[in-house]
């Protein structure tokens, strides 16, 4: 067996990188339960997720360009003119800024276990499991009133904490954004963009952190590789993203629930029958 992952693997990787990214089904898990079944039979490991991110992060970038733009003037208009400080996108755009910090400090606090033991298939598993069930639930109590414009501090903090959950593969950046969200009473569109718009610094930050860090050593997947796979998760994620938005706005998180519990008790299946490992 191989112990260097391909460029048809990468590109593989890359294509279910951009379907899974922005969806609440985790792209970490998939990326790391899919490792076993490539024919290398090997798993490409934290910094590969993280680089192959950048690619959906631009696929973000150019369809929220206007959103981004429009917090961005607003955000450094209020550095120099006090009397615009109370415009909605000002706050929003401190509140990106401030919920960007928990993932960021416990990223590099636990960067060593999450880049070794949280990988074990078993948690990831059960992390499919248990926080699908808790999006279902979010998605029926939830009130489902609340709009970005109307967004406060203590709940840029909630958002925050909660992105920072997916520093376990299984849990799901967008799912456990979006699932604080709802908990909140924020509507499913608001829940789902801010989640979009809450990833960018964090994921652009540990992608290029991962990029810097292993520039010139090599890993299990090639520089060259690995730069296909964050081209065609730019191309895939950008359709995905138009598609979730439709779907949320209609027939809200069910479907996502269902397939995380599916592929969830999947994998933990195939660990107990001895198919796959843990590690």
């Given at each position: 067996m ?21 969806l ?30 950048i ?25 120099f003119?006090p ?13 990106v ?20 033991y ?8 059960t ?15 939830g009130k ?6 109307k967004?406060?501090w ?11 959950m997916?520093l ?12 604080a ?22 994921v ?30 730019f ?28 592929l ?6 195939l660990?107990m029958?001895g198919?796959?490992?843990p590690h």
């Amino acid at each position: 067996m191989s112990s260097s992952v391909g460029w048809g693997e990468a590109a593989f990787l890359g294509l279910i990188q951009g379907l899974t990214e922005f969806l609440p089904v985790s792209s970490s898990a998939h990326l790391r339960i899919l490792g076993p079944f490539l024919p290398s039979g090997t798993d490409a490991g934290a910094a590969f997720t993280a680089i192959v991110q950048i690619g959906t992060e631009l696929a973000v970038l150019l369809y929220f360009r206007k959103d981004i733009y429009r917090i961005a003037a607003a955000w450094i208009t209020a550095l120099f003119n006090p009397a615009a400080r109370n415009d909605p996108d000002v706050r929003l755009g401190w509140l990106v800024i401030l919920g960007s910090f928990p993932i960021a400090i416990l990223g590099l606090l636990f960067q060593n276990a999450i880049e070794t033991y949280l990988r074990n298939l078993y948690i990831t598993a059960t992390m499919l499991i248990v926080f699908g069930l808790i999006l279902g639930l979010a998605d029926k109590v939830g009130k489902q009133t609340i709009t970005l414009d109307k967004m406060t501090w203590r709940d840029g903090i909630i958002f925050g904490f909660a992105q920072a959950m997916a520093l376990i593969p299984g849990v799901s950046r967008s799912g456990g954004t979006i699932t604080a969200g709802l908990l909140m009473g924020y509507t499913r569109e608001a829940a789902a963009r801010y989640s979009f718009l809450l990833a960018i610094p964090a994921v652009l930050a540990s992608g290029f952190y991962q990029l810097y860090k292993s520039w010139g050593v090599e890993g299990p997947v090639s520089h060259g590789a690995t730069a296909l796979a964050a081209g065609i998760s730019f191309v895939v994620g950008y359709g995905v993203i138009v598609v979730f938005l439709r779907i949320v706005s209609s027939k809200g998180y069910w479907p996502f629930v269902i397939y995380r519990v599916i592929l969830g008790v999947g994998v933990l299946a195939l660990l107990m029958l001895g198919i796959i490992a843990p590690h």
